[in-house]
């Protein structure tokens, strides 16, 4: 089963969960121009090359714009999440110049308006399930 991290995995979504799974936030680098990615892309939108590497991302990272959430998708009910628990859903910019959207975790929800955009926050990586069916997500937790 882990006898792939020597490989080059695919530039996928994929690939990309299954890095969450060993809890690690990866981002994808065009060798060419520089640019970051997460989700990662196998060809970069800025230049068009396919010359992509995988870099871990440090996970540092703050808060760029968010919603909170009263009504989400079944997989965030499963987990307890309604209109009397809502959770936020925000549009992170990681210290490597990339935005990705994620759940943030670490907020005081009987409190909305004093979330802000700009809380430093770091990556946390959300289990779910049991065996088989267990997830890993992508979170981002506030650092207070
Ligand atoms: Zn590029």
Redesign the pocket.
């Known amino acids: 089963m882990k006898e792939e991290t020597t490989t080059i995995r695919p530039f996928t979504a994929a690939a990309f969960n299954q890095y969450l799974a060993e809890h690690k936030l990866m981002t994808v680098k ?1 060798s ?2 520089g ?1 970051v990615y997460a989700p990662p892309r196998a060809i ?1 939108p ?2 068009h ?1 396919e010359e992509m590497e995988w870099v871990e991302a440090s996970g540092k990272s703050k808060l760029a714009g968010f919603t909170i959430i009263y009504s989400g998708p079944t997989f965030m009910v499963e987990q307890g999440f309604d209109k009397k628990n809502p959770y936020v859903s925000g549009i992170v910019e990681l210290e490597e110049g990339t935005f990705i959207s994620a759940r943030i975790t670490g907020l005081d929800m009987s409190k909305p308006a004093e979330i802000k955009v700009g809380t430093p926050l770091s990556a946390d990586f959300v289990e779910f399930g049991e065996g088989e069916a267990k997830k890993t997500y992508l979170a981002f937790k506030a650092i207070h």
């Open positions: 065009c060419k121009c640019g970069c800025k230049c090359s």
